[in-house]
């Protein structure tokens, strides 16, 4: 198989570039050539896709199979999967369960209405541009274009810190506030399991929207933590909390304590999508020991959370330690 990448050095786009080149692919990235490296063998075309002519290099390139994971401009797909109409037979869009128009109900699935977007648009917000890049890739590609509505994505290469934050913060030991209730089950997926997902189903030519991510439950707050404890080999005690005195202490769910949306939230929903279609296609998740351990051997070699390729960098996630050590006093003993 002849894969091409747009993108390919950021923490997606890197996943589904090493499995390709596990799999003996023909692989072909295609990006500004100024963040990250990629696997030797493979080919690398360079070129600023929000340039004008900036596609030029596509020009004359065949390929089985194209991956994008833009969250940028949806002009940027729409220009992106015009110039590669006649060259390459499908398309597979890195799109997220963020599209869904609110409110949205647990247990949604890919029949729920998405928000106002335009294939054209200049830009907007992650929600907009992400579906924005799915009307821009059917525009062109109708069937032929799947589009992966992932949702939490946890794993070696991660970019923006989810996962570190708690690796980082356990392996300091001490008491570490735990929110709860430890049984709360969590929604994620591995990317090492969305990338071979991706190439699996785009190989065969699969069209349509799927959301892709693990079952609600495959793991819960504690097993998370409690793997990351046992990676780490950290002393930390952790001291499980419920939910109200944490929400009481303003706390703000999925940044200040990553990953955790406690039940009755209002964006508890991201933790509980219906996902039967993409494990009735071939969906397989992984242990989150696995996905826990891998993810701190992988940043003790790094040292610390990577930039984001080619994109404005996010607002840090976690609590501050003051901030923590003053809700843990808080606690009673």
Request: proline letters at 7%; aromatic letters at 6%; glycine letters at 12%.
């Amino acid at each position: 198989m002849r894969l091409l990448m747009l993108g390919g050095t950021g923490f997606v786009g890197g996943a589904v570039v090493a499995e390709a080149v596990r799999r003996d692919w023909q692989v072909t990235v295609f990006n500004r050539g100024v963040h990250g490296q990629v696997p030797d063998g493979v080919h690398r075309l360079r070129g600023d896709r929000t340039a004008p002519d900036g596609l030029a290099a596509l020009t004359g390139g065949e390929w089985d199979l194209v991956v994008d994971t833009w969250d940028g401009a949806p002009r940027a797909v729409r220009d992106a999967a015009s110039a590669l109409e006649g060259a390459v037979p499908h398309y597979v869009y890195v799109s997220s369960g963020s599209v869904y128009a609110p409110p949205v109900e647990l247990g949604t699935g890919e029949e729920a209405p998405t928000v106002a977007a335009d294939a054209d648009a200049e830009d907007g917000d992650y929600p907009a541009n992400k579906a924005g890049g799915e009307r821009a890739a059917t525009r062109v590609f109708g069937d032929r274009a799947l589009l992966a509505r992932a949702g939490l994505i946890l794993g070696p290469g991660e970019d923006i810190g989810r996962l570190p934050w708690w690796l980082n913060r356990i392996a300091r030991g001490g008491d570490v506030l735990a929110p709860g209730p430890r049984d709360l089950p969590i929604q994620y997926v591995d990317v090492r399991d969305l990338a071979t997902w991706l190439l699996d189903r785009g190989a065969e030519g699969v069209g349509g929207a799927y959301n892709v991510v693990g079952r609600t439950g495959h793991a819960t707050m504690g097993d998370l933590l409690d793997a990351a404890v046992a990676a780490t080999g950290s002393d930390a005690t952790l001291r499980w909390t419920a939910p109200e005195p944490i929400l009481a202490a303003g706390v703000e769910p999925w940044n200040d304590l990553p990953v955790w949306i406690p039940r009755g939230h209002e964006y508890r929903w991201l933790q509980e999508r219906d996902v039967e279609r993409a494990y009735a296609a071939g969906l397989v998740c992984r242990p989150v020991t696995e996905t826990v351990a891998d993810t701190w051997r992988w940043l003790r070699e790094v040292g610390r959370v990577p930039d984001r390729a080619g994109r404005p960098a996010r607002a840090p996630v976690g609590l501050a330690p003051e901030r923590e050590a003053a809700l843990l006093a808080a606690l009673p003993a």
